[in-house]
Structures are given as structure tokens and as C-alpha cells.
């Protein structure tokens, strides 16, 4: 991107993990966003960052 006035979605599209509780209030979104990309956090609910054994599959777009 040539600048930082884009605008970025994701979600979360499988946990693929073994040791997820599905009642988890998951919260996903975009932070540090730079002109050579973003973050995307996951966390569950405003009690920090989630914790789990496993790989996250996620989707995103990005748009000018």
C-alpha cells in the first residue's frame, strides 16, 4: 500500500485446535497497520489475548 488510509477485515474461519471452548467470546481485529502490512489480533473478549494450543485459520481483505 502506499499509505496507511486502507482498510482491513478479518475473521475467524476455524480455531483447528483440540482445547477450544466453544462458549470463548472471541474477538478479532487489525492493529498495527503499516504501508508493508497489519496484525491481526485475537483475543477473547477484553480479557487479553487468547490462549490455546493450535493454529487459528483466518480470512481477510484489504481495501484502498
Partial sequence: MSDTNYRAF???VSSG???FD?????????SQK????FTIDIHR???GYLE???????????LP
Avoid: F, P, Q
Avoid at 503499516?34 to 502490512?37: A, D, H, K, L, W
Avoid at 494450543?53 to 480470512?59: E, V
Fill in 10 to 12: 478479518a475473521i475467524l
Fill in 17 to 19: 485446535l483440540s482445547t
Fill in 22 to 30: 466453544k462458549n470463548y467470546d472471541v474477538n478479532v481485529s487489525i
Fill in 34 to 37: 503499516t504501508i508493508n502490512g
Fill in 45 to 47: 473478549g477484553t480479557e
Fill in 52 to 62: 490455546a494450543d493450535g493454529t487459528w485459520i483466518l480470512d481477510y481483505i484489504v
